[in-house]
Structures are given as structure tokens and as C-alpha cells.
């Protein structure tokens, strides 16, 4: 019987866990011996005895070495991926755009490494992929984040105190983060407005009730894959001019603009964040990708000279941990589950999901944009 080992994470920032108790289960069923790092699950609420239950073995960190399959949320260090055994297979968010060099330890210590961020956005790999599941906690962890720093209530009243108006969310970025921090901002009875450089998205904002941002900045289209294409500077000055008025009328800013791989752009900058109201919050999304944000910083709260507060929280969804790791556990499961045939996990590399997914394989590094 082959063995995965799940581990636990060590960015003290990081309260998910790969596997759940209830895929833990799951995956005995499907045939591997399940081994569980001690305390693994607690920070997102699963204590070692419902593993045991689930009949998975509780582990030391230690014994990932000599597992089949290791499976995680964050990356390694490079250090834990000497100590892999040669053949095994290793599953987590890699972020192979910038560890080239852990992409060439999991090469030299002879480990298949797959990377979750590359799975790709198809409609078959949906079950497994972790950036959604993650990135639509995100935008809902946002919204509510920006409503319980605000100083103001999100829905319209009217009372006999006086009618409240609501607030005014702007969303920049409308991907999958985007999207449910619109539907989440619509469901707290705010009001909303959002822009993407994507003009497809523009019937999507609609569908959620809310109102489309329209900034002619001429070509801008979108890859294969549905990733926006970098703007040119002078794309991004019309961008910027075109959004400072909104953002002067917001109460809450939202950005999630990220190129896939890439830095991500700086499209409000000091100047509009002095240009909007005292007590407005503004959430920095893509700060841990360099920020779309000017002034914004990783896992800091930031309040601007004319006091706007900028939240740059790098892990919204490690917030709501117990649902997040339900989630990336469901991603796993689906993604061991769909490479299994004949009750044997297969690394099949002419098929398209492993074969963007997986970085380094057979000694070396199988994606060249990781060398
Ligand atoms: P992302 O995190 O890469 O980026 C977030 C959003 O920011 C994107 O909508 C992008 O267009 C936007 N953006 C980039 N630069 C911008 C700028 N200067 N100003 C404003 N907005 C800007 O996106 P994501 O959520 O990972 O989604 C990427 C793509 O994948 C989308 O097309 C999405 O619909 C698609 N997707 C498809 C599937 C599927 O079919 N299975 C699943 C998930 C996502």
C-alpha cells in the first residue's frame, strides 16, 4: 500500500491544512495509507483524534521522507525536499515564478513536483483547482474585512434617526476573487461599481447587480488561459485618471488586478488615495504579488497621511481556515482521485492537467520558464 503524508505547515501565517479528516477518509478508500503530521489540522479545527477516526495515522514531520505522496499547502523548504525519497510525488502551491531554486531542489533530489497554481483553468481541472477555491474566500474575507474596519454600516437604513445611505464599494479586478467580493458586497446591502481590463467581464458585473466601470484604454484582451495581458504605461495612466473619480466616491476600494506570473500593476497611486475620503478602507489584494496598491504593505495595515486605511493582508482566505482547507482538501482529493486508474495513482504526463501542473520530474525541470 502506497503512503501519503500530509503536512504541516510552518508559516506561522498559515492556519489551512491539506487534508480534512472527511478526505482523509476518502483517500484511504482509495487505497493509500494515509499518515497525518501531528497537529496538523488544529489550527483550522481538526484535532489528530478525528484523523485517527478517519483512520489516517498520526505522524512525525520526519516520516514525509520516506512517503509515496506528499501533500501541503505551502511550499517546502528546500531543505525538507532533500530529505523526499527518490520516485515520490509532491503536491502544494510551489510558486515555481519565484523559488527557481526549489524547483531545482525537487529536480536534484529526484521528486515529481506538482505545482497547484499550474494546474489550468479548464473547466475539467475546475474540481481541482486551488487558486478558485482559495481566491473566492479571498473576495468574500475582503469584503467583510473592509466592513468590520469601517467606520460606517455597509446597507441603507431609514430610521427615524435619519436615513443612512450605503456604502460605496469599487472592485478592481474582476476575476474570481473580484466577482464574489462583488457578491458578497451586494449581499451586505452595499452599493457597487467594478472595473477590469478584461472587457468580457463587463456582462458578469452586470449579472451581480452591479455597475461596470467603462475606461476606453483601446487593445487589452486577455491570454489563453483568460489571464489579463500586461498594459502598456500609458494604458495604466488612462486607467489611473479614469479611476480616481470613483475612487474619491468610494468608501471601500477592492483591488485583485494580478498578471499571472508577474509582478502585479500599481494602478492607484498616492495621489488618488490622497484624493479619497477620510476613514475610507482600501484592501490590497495582489499585495504579496507587489501590490496594486501604492503604499500598501504585507500583512500591515497602513493609515495614508489624509487617513485612509490600506489593509494588505497576503492570506484572507488563512482567515476562515476550516472552510479553506475543506475546500483545498476537496482540490486534492479530486486531483489524486482523477489520476487514479486500476486503484494505482498514474503520472501521466501526456495529459494536459499534469503536464502544465507538474515543474520537475525524472531529475529535471520539466517547464523551462522555471530554469
Ligand atoms: P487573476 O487573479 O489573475 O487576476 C484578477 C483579475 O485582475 C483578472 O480578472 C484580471 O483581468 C484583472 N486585472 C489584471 N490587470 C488589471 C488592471 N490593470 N486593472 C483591472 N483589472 C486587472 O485572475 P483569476 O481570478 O485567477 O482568473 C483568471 C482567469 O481565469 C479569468 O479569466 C477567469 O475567468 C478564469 N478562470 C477560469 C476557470 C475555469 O474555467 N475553470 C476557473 C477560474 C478562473
Request: some cysteine.
Amino acid at each position: 500500500m502506497k503512503t501519503l503524508f500530509v503536512s504541516a505547515e510552518t508559516d506561522p501565517r498559515e492556519t489551512r491544512v491539506a487534508v480534512t479528516p472527511t478526505d482523509a477518509k476518502k483517500l484511504g478508500k482509495l487505497g493509500w495509507a494515509v499518515k497525518v503530521c501531528r497537529g496538523a489540522g488544529v489550527k483550522a479545527g481538526f484535532s489528530d483524534a478525528q484523523y485517527s477516526e478517519a483512520g489516517a495515522e498520526i505522524a512525525d514531520s520526519g516520516e514525509a521522507g520516506a512517503a509515496d505522496f506528499v501533500v501541503g499547502v505551502r511550499k517546502p523548504s528546500a531543505d525538507d525536499v532533500a530529505k523526499l525519497k527518490k520516485g515520490s510525488f509532491h503536491l502544494s502551491l510551489l510558486d515555481p515564478f519565484n523559488e527557481k531554486a526549489l524547483i531545482k531542489a525537487f529536480a536534484d533530489a529526484g521528486v515529481t513536483a506538482a505545482s497547484f497554481e499550474m494546474i489550468p483553468r479548464s473547466t475539467i481541472a475546475q474540481k481541482m483547482d486551488v487558486l478558485s477555491s482559495q481566491s473566492n474566500l479571498a473576495g468574500y474575507c475582503a469584503v467583510l474585512k473592509a466592513a468590520t474596519s469601517i467606520n460606517k454600516i455597509a446597507p441603507m437604513m431609514m430610521t427615524p434617526a435619519g436615513t443612512i445611505s450605503p456604502l460605496k464599494f469599487f472592485i478592481v479586478g474582476v476575476g474570481v476573487a473580484g466577482l464574489q467580493a462583488i457578491a458578497t458586497a451586494k449581499r451586505i446591502g452595499a452599493r457597487v461599481e467594478a472595473f477590469d481590463t478584461r472587457p468580457v467581464v463587463e456582462e458578469q458585473v452586470k449579472s451581480l447587480g452591479a455597475k461596470f466601470v467603462k475606461i476606453d484604454l483601446g487593445e487589452t484582451g486577455q491570454t489563453a488561459q483568460g489571464y489579463a495581458k500586461a498594459l502598456t504605461p500609458e494604458q495604466i495612466e488612462l486607467q489611473r485618471k479614469g479611476m480616481a473619480k470613483v475612487c474619491a466616491q468610494a468608501d471601500v476600494v477592492i483591488t485583485t488586478a494580478k498578471l499571472f506570473g508577474r509582478k502585479a500593476p500599481v494602478i492607484i497611486t498616492a495621489e488618488m488615495v490622497a484624493g479619497m475620503k477620510p476613514g475610507s478602507v482600501v484592501v490590497d489584494m495582489a499585495v504579496e504579488s507587489g501590490g496594486n496598491v501604492e503604499g500598501s504593505k504585507p500583512d500591515e495595515t497602513v493609515i495614508s497621511p489624509n487617513g485612509v486605511m490600506i489593509i494588505g493582508n497576503t492570506c484572507l482566505e488563512a482567515s476562515v481556515p476550516a472552510t479553506a482547507s475543506q475546500m483545498y482538501g476537496a482540490n486534492v482529493y479530486n486531483f489524486i482521485e482523477h489520476f487514479t486508474s486500476d486503484g494505482e495513482f498514474r503520472v501521466n504526463m501526456e495529459d494536459p492537467i499534469m503536464k502544465s501542473c507538474v515543474v520537475a520530474r525524472d531529475g529535471k525541470i520539466t517547464d523551462e520558464r522555471f530554469m
